[in-house]
């Protein structure tokens, strides 16, 4: 199983991104997709989960209401709407597929190699 993110960028704050975490696979349905953030000098982060059928989603505090995932499993693919996007939000973003939804990384066994969301103020 193979995990590529993509959709990060430079942007300024108040913009929107949309994050997208193709995974390689005919299992894709039967994973939950996570995705977590690491900033510069600090621990990874948790960001959002979303199950196996898309029903179920958490938010970190700091994104909810600003973000959303979703999932189209017919194309394996997540997605991470990022609206409202402030500073702090800087940092590489990377996705995690495993089961079941879970708000910690060890989780997940598997992991995209990230991709760069840069907002400035």
């Known amino acids: 199983v193979q995990l590529q993110a993509s959709g990060g960028g430079l942007v300024q704050a108040g913009d929107s991104l949309r994050l997208s975490c193709v995974v390689s696979?005919?299992?894709?349905?039967?994973?939950?997709v996570g995705w977590f953030r690491q900033a510069p000098g600090k621990e990874r982060e948790f960001v959002s989960t979303?199950?196996?059928?898309?029903?179920?989603?958490l938010y970190a505090d700091s994104v909810k209401g600003r973000f959303t995932i979703s999932r189209d499993n017919a194309k394996r693919t997540a997605y991470l709407q990022m609206n409202s996007l402030k500073p702090e939000d800087t940092a590489v973003y990377y996705c995690?597929?495993?089961?079941?939804?879970?708000?910690?990384?060890?989780?997940?066994?598997?992991w995209g190699q990230g991709t760069q969301v840069t907002v400035s103020s």
């Open positions: 696979g005919q299992t894709f349905s039967t994973y939950a």
């Open positions: 995690a597929a495993g089961g079941p939804m879970s708000v910690l990384g060890a989780a997940y066994d598997y």
């Open positions: 979303i199950s196996r059928s898309g029903e179920n989603t």
